[in-house]
């Protein structure tokens, strides 16, 4: 395919190429597992649709971008997408920000969303379904603040936001041609502000400052921890982000832009009220569902085989127990799954059972039967994938097997276990096992390592956390709820070497002797920014393996 010369673009095609430049990068970037063949299919397809536009806009240069996205398929997917890549990039776009437009640092004064009736929440192209779990509780806290505020859903997985609460219109896309008309705005024009999240960061914000149909436009990305908002009849920008040396867990991340924005988290509690939870039966089995498949590689069949067989002979649980198995979106993961199936079914204990779960007549389970299976599950077994923040929506504890570098991803759901693939097996399945038992309230759930000290941390730890949310001032005075969380913390971790085998494997998701950092030192008096550290590390505190440990032991359970 020979160059592209440069051409001057006229501006309503500003917004398709930008998306289509923006996607095809991130598609090219993406490592894409066996199990989800599917998504890499669709997305190709949804690009494809800009096709038209391209080549109807009477532009050489463009009519043969067209040529080429039109011929893109899987399998020619990695050297075609990067000529096509190149062919764009040599493309001279409107890519820069109209001059009139001023630049803000500052948060935007009580906008968008003060004025605004009728809002759209787009869901982009490269965000995962887990991703999208995460931006749950967004509705429901805009709803809270701006009562007449009407907000409709664009996503592209259906049956992803049925039942969550905050939504008044649920809509889906297939196409990227569809992102391009929701992005101007609706059909008809409905939407006077476009809220586009996304994990990657979109970059349309130049191309949207063209766009005369919506009032405003925010471009908000989990990954790169960075929100933007378009102000276009007052020609401002308004714009922040967290340093990414931070490290901040993607929740944590979500909470702080959208606090920026003026949208503090409401009374909707994330994991408990966002989405109705159904009761469950404590009476009968305890259900497992299991799911190994993630969305970037392929699980091992010996690692979970072996698992699974060594769950099944775990003993005395109290309560039978119930593996229900995920058969996945394809032929290729239903196919994983028998072999799953067949391999650890006839060795196990009594009481344990071992079952395929497929959608009526089919042999693949969708996303709405993942969440029927939920509904009934108490525990959720997986890989760190979409169902490591499905599972607590649904009232589940899960223990999620993950890679290291995925630590941002981490839920912070008063039962959710994270631990690592590459940790000792046998630590690892004994904690599982103890898990399990707790939570069926077998014999193997009895007392707490060095009983006195956890229990006093678990108290200490609730009293720190009452005593930071009572702190509103620009200057507090440590008081003695600090000393005796710092007291009984410094405790614990030191006998944490002498903990037993059975909870060894709980106790390698953070390094414990740096997860508590005070500011500055032991102090007696702090500022409003120690405050927010503070508050900060606490966070962090609670969403280690060892926290939710203790709530599961001591109880009541504090979500």
């Known amino acids: 395919m020979s160059p592209t010369r440069a051409v001057d673009l006229p501006s309503e095609l500003a917004l398709p190429i930008g ?6 990068f991130f598609l090219l970037r993406r490592p894409v597992s066996g199990s989800n063949a599917h998504y890499l299919h669709r997305r190709i397809r949804g690009m494809q649709s800009l096709a038209p536009m391209l080549q109807d806009s009477g532009i050489a240069g463009l009519k043969q971008v067209a040529d080429v996205l039109n011929r893109l398929e899987p399998a020619n997917f990695a050297r075609v997408a990067r000529q096509l890549n190149f062919q764009l990039a040599l493309l001279q776009q409107p890519s820069s920000v109209p001059r009139h437009y001023v630049f803000a640092d500052q948060a935007p004064p009580k906008w968008p969303f003060a004025d605004a009736r009728r809002l759209l929440l787009i869901l982009g192209p490269a965000i995962g379904i887990g991703d999208e ?30 039942g969550v609460r905050g939504v008044d219109r649920l809509q889906y896309y297939a196409t990227h041609a569809e992102l391009v008309e929701a992005l101007r705005g609706g059909r008809d024009g409905q939407f006077d502000v476009v809220l586009f999240a996304d994990f990657e960061k979109p970059g349309l914000v130049p191309s949207m400052c063209y766009e005369t149909a919506i009032r405003a436009y925010v471009e908000l990305s989990l990954g790169a921890q960075c929100v933007t908002a378009v102000d276009r009849p007052a020609g401002r920008i308004y714009g922040t982000s967290i340093p990414l040396e931070a490290r901040v867990n993607y929740y944590e991340a979500m909470d702080w832009l959208v606090e920026w924005l003026g949208i503090s988290p409401g ?14 039966d404590p009476s009968g089995p305890l259900r497992v569902f299991v799911s190994p498949f993630t969305s970037k590689y392929d699980p091992s069949l010996p690692y979970w085989s072996r698992l699974l067989a060594g769950l099944g002979r775990g003993g005395a649980y109290g309560r039978d127990l119930e593996f229900h198995l995920d058969a996945g979106a394809g032929l290729t993961t239903e196919r994983f799954a028998s072999a799953l199936l067949r391999s650890v079914a006839a060795d196990r204990a009594p009481g344990v059972q071992f079952r395929l779960t497929c959608d009526p007549g089919s042999r693949t389970l969708s996303l709405s039967g993942v969440f029927r299976e939920l509904e009934t599950a108490e525990a959720v077994l997986c890989a760190d994938s979409f169902a490591a923040h499905a599972g607590p929506l649904f009232g589940c504890a899960t223990m999620v097997i993950a890679r290291a570098g995925l630590e941002n991803w981490r839920t912070p759901y008063a039962r959710s276990f994270y631990f690592d693939l590459e940790q000792p097996f046998e630590e690892m399945l004994a904690a599982m096992r103890g898990i399990l038992a707790r939570l069926a309230g077998g014999p193997s759930s009895g007392a707490l390592p060095f009983a006195v000290d956890s229990t006093a941390l678990h108290a200490a730890t609730r009293q720190m956390k009452e005593w930071l949310e009572q702190q509103t001032g620009a200057y507090s005075t440590l008081d003695g709820a600090y000393d005796r969380f710092a007291v009984t913390y410094d405790s614990v971790i030191g006998n944490l070497a002498q903990w037993p085998n059975e909870w060894a494997g709980l106790l390698r998701d953070v390094d414990y002797r740096t997860t508590w950092q005070t500011p500055g030192g032991r102090v007696r008096g702090t500022d409003g920014a120690s405050i927010r550290h503070l508050r900060t590390q606490l966070d962090r505190w609670e969403n280690t393996n060892l926290r939710k440990f203790l709530r599961l032991a001591c109880g009541p359970e504090v979500r």
């Open 133 to 162: 779990m995460i931006l749950y509780p967004l509705p429901a806290w805009m709803r809270e603040h701006y009562p007449n505020l009407e907000v409709s859903v664009l996503s592209g997985y259906e049956g992803l936001w049925k």
């Open 19 to 24: 998306i289509l430049a923006s996607y095809l």
């Open 267 to 280: 009374r909707c509690a994330r994991f408990g009220e966002v989405m109705e939870q159904p009761r469950k």
